[in-house]
Every structure is written in C-alpha cells, then in structure tokens.
C-alpha cells in the first residue's frame, strides 16, 4: 500500500524559515512534487524534482526562496522554504508520479494529507 506522509508545517513569521519532509512507501517514484492549495484558492504547483535529483523544477512564485530535494535511500521528499511570505500560507501537498513529469497535477500518481504552513506578517 502506498502512503505519502508530510510532515514538518506550522506557524512562522515572515522573513522565516520551515523544512517539509514528505516520506512515501510503498513504492518508489520517478518524480515527486509539492502543490499547495490558499483558502478559496484551487491547488497550485509548487515544486518538482526527479528521481535523479538533477533536475528540479520551480513556480515563479517560490523561485529563489524554495528548495526542493530528495533522499533516495529515505523514499523522502523535501522542501526547504526560506523567506517565507504571508501569501505562502497554504496547505502544501506532496505528489509522487511513477514518470517523468513536472507542473501538471494530474500527472501525479499518489497524494499526501496534506501539511499547514501559516506565515504571519
């Protein structure tokens, strides 16, 4: 049975900084991905990254400020967020996809809970 399990959201101020882990078993993935989803707002890309971890991909929204990377050896999924904004807040998903794939949700094989992150200005 394949599970992704996010962990690591909470509350922080702006200008700080939160780590996402996203474990998955079950399986091994090709690509993994972040998405996130504001109140009243529908889920957005965030990040991807392949099994490799040579390419990586990233909304504009986040570029610079986000860091997504994978360990291999863990099946887990990162995503390092620094300088985060008050329009971060979300709730960030973790996606796995058994090919090759990158922004398009529905790409994606398997979803996580789903994880808070709130930033106070």
């Known amino acids: 049975q394949v599970q992704l399990v996010e962990s690591g959201g909470g509350l922080v101020q702006a200008g700080g900084s939160l780590r996402l882990s996203c474990a998955a078993s079950?399986?091994?993935?090709?690509?993994m991905g972040w998405f996130r989803q504001a109140p009243g707002k529908e889920r957005e890309f965030v990040a991807a990254i392949s099994w490799s971890g040579v390419y990586t991909y990233y909304a504009d929204s986040v570029k610079g400020r986000f860091t997504i990377s994978r360990d291999n050896a863990k099946n887990t999924v990162y995503l390092q967020m620094n300088s985060l904004k008050p329009e971060d807040t979300a709730v960030y998903y973790c996606?796995?996809?058994?090919?090759?794939?990158?922004?398009?949700?529905?790409?994606?094989?398997?979803w996580g809970q789903g994880t808070q992150v709130t930033v106070s200005a």
């Open positions: 079950g399986r091994t993935f090709s690509s």
């Open positions: 996606a796995a996809a058994f090919g090759n794939v990158r922004d398009y949700e529905r790409d994606y094989d398997y």
